[in-house]
């Protein structure tokens, strides 16, 4: 059964909450928002094309004194790539509820860093086919031959700069683990994106 958006935003919820057994000055929330350069790294012979998509979403940061925290967020995510076969071409968009988990470092002029790791599960998202065949395939992660899989697992790393007044820029990574995304033993694929974000985290 495909995730709802009542889903989606219940399990943000349910982040959002539990850091209420942190004290209410070392926890700040915020919102995020920007644009993802997708691509795949794949053993398929073909030549792929990255893709643009968008995330949004709100995050939590635990400060761990003055200079460390752990900022966990709840982030609706594009990924997916292109690729030209023989006598078609496919575009595959993947939408996923992703929960980055990061140790961050903050400077005292603003800057930070950060990285950890990446879960997610996948939504819903289309394989398109065109330049010499037409039509659209829904994936419904049941398991069939070529459907993705549902949960989705990488790496992250994260940079940016925070202004006093709570706004902040970001670049993250996504480096994609789980090789095996789609059903099959015929080839082998993970997501990756390059994400760039503003955002503010209230005081």
Avoid at 26 to 43: F, R
Avoid at 68 to 96: L, N
Avoid at 105 to 117: E, V
């Amino acid at each position: 059964m495909r995730p709802t958006l009542t889903t989606t935003l219940l399990l943000t919820s349910l982040l959002l909450t539990s850091t209420t057994g942190a004290s209410a000055q070392s926890v700040t929330l915020g919102l995020s928002g920007g644009a993802n350069v997708a691509s795949a790294t794949t053993t398929l012979d073909f030549p792929r094309q990255r893709i643009a998509s968008f995330n949004a979403g709100g995050l939590v940061d635990v400060a761990i004194g003055d200079r460390w925290s752990v900022r966990t967020h709840a982030v609706y995510s594009g990924k997916g790539y292109s690729f030209d076969a023989p006598d078609h071409s496919h575009t595959i968009r993947m939408y996923s509820l992703d929960v980055p988990v990061y140790g961050l470092f903050r400077t005292s002029s603003g800057l930070f860093a950060g990285a950890g790791p990446n879960f997610a599960v996948n939504l819903h998202g289309t394989n398109t086919l065109s330049n010499g065949a037409t039509g659209t395939h829904d994936y419904t992660f049941d398991g069939s031959p070529f459907e993705y899989k549902r949960f989705d697992f990488g790496v992250n790393v994260l940079v940016g700069y925070q202004m006093r007044n709570g706004l902040f820029v970001s670049a993250n990574y996504l480096k994609g683990i789980s090789d095996r995304l789609i059903n099959t033993d015929a080839f082998t694929s993970s997501h990756n994106a390059l994400s760039f974000s503003a955002g503010y985290l209230f005081k």
